[in-house]
């Protein structure tokens, strides 16, 4: 039976619902990731243990993206969605199944292909590395590398439920999955290392390699009670000839290369990196961290409700609701992010000073963090977009754009990195501007070659609505930067509370500015966004303005 057509603002209301649902989980499990990284800072700072451990992360978290949660998510949602409304759920589930079965196999062969590989890939990426990495650093780093490998099928397997989720419009659960995580690295991973070494010393890295074990196993399993009320059973299955398997393998090639450039970017990004002396590699870890704080916590939620409506919409061509999809997407990233972007580049150090306070957080970890969160954060939104406009692509069956793109972004990466780091000999902050520098031109090509498909999309509203938040924007950013020069930067000898509680006032107050001024000047995703808040709010319901229509 053919599905009743929604309006407008009936899709804008479900994604908006559904965004904040997704926002507030996703906005946990950042905030646990964010604890995580202040549980190494205050055990390790920026010290080269900490450089080993981060080294040795990236290796089966680059795999992730690559595999899990870029391509194979992606294709997978895709997919999925499209078998779900022409063939309903018997079809969908089998699908299911047999790409579940597929994945319990290769990623098994990946995971134990990369612990045998381990050395020669630590090798490469140690490659450019200064006198801070000897032998005994090397080894380290193998060896954790080699225990976290299998966290790689792990989180295939998460993600893939986690797609057959969102795709039957369940939010809350997947996106919440990720706090599991997040939980079982702290409090598994420091058992465990403390265990092995109450010193904190080398040994206690494996306890909390083992922690990583551990919470991409909860990632996963806490996921499956939702998945059983949604009438999912899995069986082995490996009639891997499906048509929808075929599909999603065919998928998935460009995509390996689209979906993840950023994150095949940041490693790149890792191994210049350990030319720039002790603590390069952990402080772009750490500001990666916060910069990926308003990407998950908006961008990501964003980008899960978009793609499977975009799927739907594409279905037998690209429909009517495409372009209004696509656009209330970018538009909702533009509003939520930008003043996340101003806010990162002009509080970026008391923000530091902040929340890594303690351990031997001294004054040139702060320095080192906070310059190199400065260099992300002026690419964030463009970092957010591509969140929206890449998966597009791969909605309307054009996935070699995408890779095309991103391929020669990569190499201009790589590129950009040589200069900066081996010709001006620039520090890691260098590496941060690149990736600013390479997100921004990914996203004006894919852009710009999105127009031939959809000739639909009215870019006027799009511009229109960046400027009004541009201008809102500006306002915020003035109040920053004086609260910045004239108030917070004579705090240091104050206590960590009262700075703290100062740094929260003004953040309160740009953010205030800024909303209200978007409000002002008649942002419809502002408008939305203040509605909701006020329908929940006992007493101010009547206050609320109406949805757009």
């Known amino acids: 039976m053919a599905e009743e057509p929604t309006s407008a603002a009936d899709e804008n209301r479900k994604a908006g619902k559904a965004t904040g649902k997704i926002g507030l989980a996703v906005m946990l499990s950042r905030v646990l990731g964010l604890l995580r990284d202040i549980f190494m800072v205050r055990l390790f700072g ?119 989720l969102n795709a039957k419009q369940v939010f809350g659960m997947p996106a919440l999955a990720s706090c599991f995580f997040n939980l079982g690295c702290i409090i598994g991973g420091g058992a465990i290392g403390y265990w092995l070494d109450p010193q904190w010393g080398e040994k206690s890295l494996i306890g909390i390699s083992c922690g990583v074990l551990l919470g991409g196993m909860g990632q996963l399993v806490v996921q499956f009670p939702a998945l059983r009320r949604a009438g999912f059973r899995f069986r082995w299955d490996m009639m891997w000839r499906d048509a929808g398997v075929k599909k999603i393998l065919a998928l998935m090639g460009p995509a390996m290369i689209a979906a993840s450039a950023v994150q095949v970017n940041v490693m790149v990004n890792a191994m210049f990196a350990t030319s720039t002396g002790e603590g390069g590699v952990s402080a772009l870890n750490y500001a990666f961290r916060l910069m990926q704080l308003p990407i998950g916590v908006f961008g990501v939620a964003v980008a899960t409700v978009t793609l499977p409506a975009l799927s739907r919409a594409a279905v037998g061509g690209i429909g009517t609701q495409f372009a209004p999809t696509l656009l209330r997407g970018i538009n909702l990233v533009t509003i939520l992010v930008l003043p996340c972007a101003v806010g990162l580049c002009l509080l970026a150090t008391p923000l530091v000073a902040v929340i890594f306070k303690g351990g031997d957080m001294h004054h040139r970890s702060t320095m080192m963090i906070s310059s190199a969160l400065q260099c992300y954060a002026y690419g964030l939104v463009c970092y957010s977009w591509i969140k929206i406009v890449q998966p597009a692509f791969y909605a309307i069956d054009k996935r070699w754009v995408p890779m095309a793109i ?35 031109w990914n996203f004006v090509l894919l852009v710009s070659t999105l127009r031939r498909f959809v000739e639909e999309m009215s870019w006027r509203s799009l511009v229109a609505t960046l400027a009004r938040c541009a201008i809102a924007a500006a ?35 740009g953010a205030g500015v800024y909303f209200g001024l978007c409000y002002v000047l008649g942002v419809s995703e502002a408008r939305d966004c203040l509605g909701m808040l006020l329908r929940r709010i006992p007493g101010l319901k009547r206050f609320a303005p109406k949805a757009g229509k």
């Open 46 to 164: 920026t010290s080269v243990l900490a450089d080993c451990f981060n080294l040795a992360f990236k290796i089966p978290n680059l795999l992730r993206d690559l595999f899990a949660e870029g391509a194979l998510s992606q294709a997978f949602v895709t997919t999925f969605s499209k078998r779900l409304k022409e063939e309903g759920d018997a079809s969908a589930w089998a699908l299911a199944n047999r790409v579940l079965s597929l994945v319990v196999v290769a990623m098994s062969g990946v995971t134990l292909l990369g612990v045998l590989a381990a050395p020669w890939i630590v090798d490469l990426i140690l490659s450019f590395a200064d006198r801070s990495f000897g032998p005994e650093q090397r080894d380290l780093i193998v060896l954790l590398a080699r225990i976290m490998y299998p966290f790689l099928l792990l989180v295939s397997l998460a993600a893939l439920v986690m797609g057959m």
């Open 406 to 440: 991103s391929f020669v972004s990569m190499v201009m990466n790589f590129a950009l990195n040589w200069y900066f780091v081996r010709v001006m000999h620039w520090g890691h902050e260098s590496l941060a501007l690149t990736t600013s520098l390479i997100a921004a």
């Open 475 to 509: 306002l915020m950013g003035g109040i920053c930067w004086a609260a910045n020069r004239h108030v917070l930067s004579t705090l240091g000898d104050m206590g960590w509370l009262f700075q703290a509680i100062a740094l929260g006032v003004v953040i309160a107050i």
